[in-house]
C-alpha cells in the first residue's frame, strides 16, 4: 500500500485544542457542542472550516491553520475561542474548560456525535470506547522530507516522559482521585491503535503496517492509527498527540514551542548526517507509565544505558539545549514559559490544590479549570482565588 506524504514546509506548525462544554451552575459537562457548531457554521449550512466536532457532544475541536510560528498558531485559536464562547453566552448558562479528564462527570450520560466513524468505534470498543471522556493537544509540524518522519518519530520517543509530565491534567476519573497525574495516557492507549508507536526502520515498513490492518479490517485507512506521536501523511508532519488537555493559551503555546524545538533540532541533527539516539521499546513504555503515574516528580530513563534522573532536571536542561533552536524558530518566549510550569505546578498538581482547599469539592475544580481558560494561569488562579 503506498501512501503519499503531502509536501509541508519544514517546521511549521498547527495545533489542535479540544476543548469541554461544562454547565457553569453545576460544573457538569453539557451536550450542546452540536448546537454551537450548527450556530458556527454558514447560513447555507456550510460547516465552521476550523471549529469541528469530536467523539461526545460535550466537546467542541479547534484546529488552528498552519503557522510559520507558535504565537500565530495560538491567536488563531484563541480568536476561535472568542467564537465559541459568544455562542455559548448567547444559548445558555454554559463555559468551557479543558483538562485531560472531567473530575466528576460520568461516560453513562453523555451523548455519541453521530458519525460513522465514531458509531464504528463505539461498536468495535464498546466500554472502553464510551469511556473515552477525555481531552487533549495535537500539535503538528511540517518535515520537508519523507524519510526524516519516522527517525524524527522515533527519536521523540525519548521526550515522551517530559510532555506528559508537562501538560499532566487528569487527576480526577469520576469523581476519584486516581493517584495518577495523567489517567488520560492509560485510559486512551486502551483502544485498538492507539499508545506508543511502533518503531519501524523506513517509511516502506510504514507502508507494510498500515496495510497489515487495513486487510484484515482493523482499519479503514492510516488516520485510524491513533499513536501518541505518528507521521500524518496527508498534512506532511509528525503528530505528537501524547499531550493532556490543557487550561490555558499560555500553556498550550509554550508545549508547542517545546514540540516545535524538538522536532527542529532533531531535523538538523539529519542533516548533518548524525543518527538520532532511540531508546529500547521498554524504557520508552516505562517512561511514559512513570510520568502518568507521578507527573513532574517521575523520575525517567534517560537513555539506552539506563541513566536515569528527574524529569524536572531533565526539562531545565533540555530548555537550554533548544534555545538557540527556538531564537531561530520565533518561540523563544513561548518555550521559556516551560520553567513557569515547572516552578508554579502542572494542571494536575493546580487541580489536586484547588480540590484539598475545597474540602474535597470538584465543582471548585471546574471552576478553576473555566477560570483558567479565561484569564491564564497565574499564582492567584493555580491557588483557587
Known amino acids: 500500500m503506498a501512501i503519499e506524504?503531502?509536501?509541508?514546509?519544514r517546521s511549521t506548525v498547527g495545533i489542535e485544542w479540544e476543548l469541554a462544554i461544562v454547565d457553569r451552575s453545576t460544573g457538569e459537562l453539557a451536550s450542546v457542542g452540536d448546537r454551537v457548531l450548527d450556530e458556527l457554521g454558514e447560513a447555507d449550512g456550510t460547516p465552521h472550516p476550523?471549529?469541528?466536532?469530536?467523539?461526545?457532544?460535550?466537546?467542541?475541536?479547534?484546529?488552528?491553520?498552519?503557522?510559520?510560528?507558535?504565537?500565530?498558531?495560538?491567536?488563531?485559536?484563541?480568536?476561535?475561542?472568542?467564537?465559541?464562547?459568544?455562542?455559548?453566552d448567547r444559548i445558555g448558562e454554559y463555559e468551557l474548560m479543558c483538562s485531560g479528564s472531567h473530575p466528576f462527570s460520568r461516560w453513562y450520560d453523555q451523548r455519541l456525535t453521530d458519525k460513522p466513524r465514531y458509531?464504528?468505534?463505539?461498536?468495535?470498543?464498546?466500554?472502553?470506547?464510551?469511556?473515552?471522556?477525555?481531552?487533549?493537544?495535537?500539535?503538528?509540524?511540517?518535515?520537508?522530507?519523507?524519510?526524516?518522519?519516522?527517525?524524527?518519530?522515533?527519536?521523540?520517543?525519548?521526550?515522551?516522559?517530559?510532555?506528559?509530565?508537562?501538560?499532566?491534567?487528569s487527576p480526577f476519573w469520576a469523581g476519584v482521585e486516581t493517584g495518577y497525574a495523567s489517567n488520560r495516557a492509560l485510559m486512551f492507549q486502551?483502544?485498538?491503535?492507539?499508545?506508543?508507536?511502533?518503531?519501524?526502520?523506513?517509511?516502506?515498513?510504514?507502508?507494510?503496517?498500515?496495510d497489515d490492518l487495513v486487510r484484515t479490517g482493523v482499519i479503514e485507512d492510516h488516520t485510524e492509527v491513533r499513536w501518541d506521536i505518528r507521521p500524518s501523511p496527508r498534512w506532511g508532519t509528525v503528530e505528537v498527540r501524547v499531550c493532556d488537555g490543557v487550561s490555558s493559551a499560555d500553556e498550550i503555546g509554550a508545549?508547542?514551542?517545546?514540540?516545535?524545538?524538538?522536532?527542529?533540532?532533531?531535523?538538523?541533527?539529519?542533516?548533518?548526517?548524525?543518527?538520532?539516539?532511540?531508546?529500547?521499546?521498554?524504557?520508552?513504555?516505562?517512561?511514559?507509565?512513570?510520568?502518568?503515574?507521578y507527573g513532574m516528580?517521575?523520575?525517567?530513563?534517560?537513555?539506552?544505558?539506563?541513566?536515569?534522573?528527574?524529569?524536572?532536571?531533565?526539562?531545565?536542561?533540555?530548555?537550554?539545549?533548544?534555545a538557540p533552536v527556538a531564537e531561530r524558530l520565533g518561540c523563544a518566549v513561548e518555550l521559556q514559559r516551560i520553567r513557569r510550569t515547572i516552578d508554579e505546578g502542572a494542571g494536575y498538581q493546580r487541580q489536586l490544590k484547588v480540590a484539598?482547599?475545597?474540602?474535597?469539592?470538584?465543582?471548585?475544580?471546574?471552576?478553576?479549570?473555566?477560570?483558567?481558560?479565561?484569564?491564564?494561569?497565574?499564582?492567584?488562579?493555580?491557588?483557587?482565588?
Not at 5 to 9: D, G, K, L, Q
Not at 190 to 210: F, H, K, M, S
Not at 297 to 322: F, K, Y
Not at 359 to 375: I, K
Open 5 to 9: 506524504f503531502a509536501r509541508s514546509e
Open 50 to 88: 476550523f471549529i469541528t466536532s469530536e467523539l461526545l457532544t460535550n466537546t467542541v475541536e479547534l484546529v488552528s491553520g498552519v503557522h510559520d510560528g507558535v504565537a500565530g498558531a495560538v491567536d488563531d485559536l484563541t480568536g476561535q475561542v472568542a467564537e465559541v464562547r459568544a455562542v455559548l
Open 119 to 169: 458509531r464504528k468505534l463505539i461498536e468495535r470498543t464498546r466500554w472502553w470506547g464510551r469511556n473515552m471522556m477525555i481531552w487533549g493537544i495535537h500539535v503538528h509540524v511540517g518535515i520537508e522530507e519523507r524519510d526524516k518522519a519516522l527517525p524524527i518519530l522515533d527519536g521523540l520517543l525519548a521526550y515522551v516522559p517530559h510532555l506528559q509530565a508537562l501538560s499532566a491534567s
Open 190 to 210: 486502551q483502544l485498538p491503535t492507539a499508545g506508543l508507536p511502533y518503531q519501524l526502520p523506513d517509511w516502506g515498513a510504514y507502508e507494510r503496517y498500515v
Open 255 to 293: 508545549i508547542a514551542a517545546l514540540i516545535q524545538s524538538l522536532v527542529e533540532w532533531m531535523s538538523t541533527r539529519l542533516d548533518e548526517g548524525e543518527t538520532l539516539p532511540v531508546m529500547q521499546p521498554w524504557y520508552v513504555r516505562e517512561n511514559k507509565w512513570r510520568a502518568a503515574r
Open 297 to 322: 516528580h517521575a523520575e525517567i530513563i534517560t537513555d539506552a544505558a539506563g541513566n536515569e534522573r528527574p524529569v524536572a532536571d531533565a526539562l531545565r536542561d533540555l530548555l537550554v539545549t533548544l
Open 356 to 385: 484539598e482547599q475545597h474540602g474535597g469539592d470538584l465543582t471548585a475544580v471546574v471552576a478553576h479549570l473555566a477560570r483558567e481558560l479565561r484569564e491564564g494561569t497565574h499564582p492567584r488562579g493555580a491557588a483557587g482565588g
